[in-house]
Antibody, heavy 120, light 111 residues
Framework: QVTLKESGPGILQPSQTLSLTCTFSGFSLSTYGMGVGWIRQPSGKGLEWLANIWWDDDKYYNPSLKNRLTISKDTSNNQAFLKITNVDTADTATYYC????????????WGQGTLVTVSS | DVVLTQTPSILSATIGQSVSISCRSSQSLLDSDGNTYLYWFLQRPGQSPQRLIYLVSNLGSGVPNRFSGSGSGTDFTLKISGVEAEDLGVYYCMQATHALTFGSGTKLEIK
């Protein structure tokens, strides 16, 4: 059974760095073709893709946010991470991680999301 | 950047009615490997998105067969043949041929 769960700070101040963790089970990021992606959604708005990381440590970023994003993984502990630097109120959103499957492609499985609020 | 334009933005339907949602891309989504990386998701109120359709027309695991996807190149359609109450929510198309982008969403309301 594939599960993913996001965790984050809940609230942080403008200009700080947001650190998010995705803890998953039911698959391994050491398996050929597997990956994890991060997607966010401001309240009442649409979905925005942020970044993907693959089993071979290849990484892809949303070009509009690339200079603020860093995605990484800890294969041994079944975790993926996302850092966003220099946050502001526009980064307030629910952040999701989702699996990229070797056979079933992107985002067949999602976490429940974690709400992050940027406020002074 | 590839832009996905969904229409309509809001759709109101009665139970049993058949409806369609359009997703138009600013660029062809046909990849050099021959695949078209176009997907459809449903986000029910208060829930995470659920993938319905992958690679244009393939039904996701456990997804009812009243959902179907079609299209090619830049024009794609999600059809629901006989809307049920549980289908209410926001539908998103997503492309993964050129980086990755989501459409702006179509809200399905039940009359």
């Amino acid at each position: 059974q594939v599960t993913l769960k996001e965790s984050g700070p809940g609230i942080l101040q403008p200009s700080q760095t947001l650190s998010l963790t995705c803890t998953f089970s039911g698959f391994s990021l050491s398996t050929y073709g597997m990956g994890v992606g991060w997607i966010r959604q401001p309240s009442g708005k649409g979905l925005e893709w942020l970044a993907n990381i693959w089993w071979d440590d290849d990484k892809y970023y949303n070009p509009s946010l690339k200079n603020r994003l860093t995605i990484s993984k800890d294969t041994s502990n079944n975790q993926a991470f996302l850092k966003i630097t220099n946050v502001d109120t526009a980064d307030t959103a629910t952040y999701y991680c989702a699996r990229i499957g070797d056979y079933d492609g992107p985002f067949a499985y999602w976490g429940q999301g974690t709400l992050v609020t940027v406020s002074s | 950047d590839v832009v996905l334009t969904q229409t309509p933005s809001i759709l109101s339907a009665t139970i049993g009615q058949s409806v369609s949602i359009s997703c138009r891309s600013s660029q062809s989504l046909l990849d050099s490997d021959g695949n078209t990386y176009l997907y459809w998701f449903l986000q029910r109120p208060g829930q995470s998105p659920q993938r319905l359709i992958y690679l244009v027309s393939n039904l996701g695991s456990g997804v009812p067969n009243r959902f179907s996807g079609s299209g090619s190149g830049t024009d794609f359609t999600l059809k629901i043949s006989g809307v049920e109450a549980e289908d209410l929510g926001v539908y998103y198309c997503m492309q993964a041929t050129h980086a990755l982008t989501f459409g702006s969403g179509t809200k399905l309301e039940i009359k």
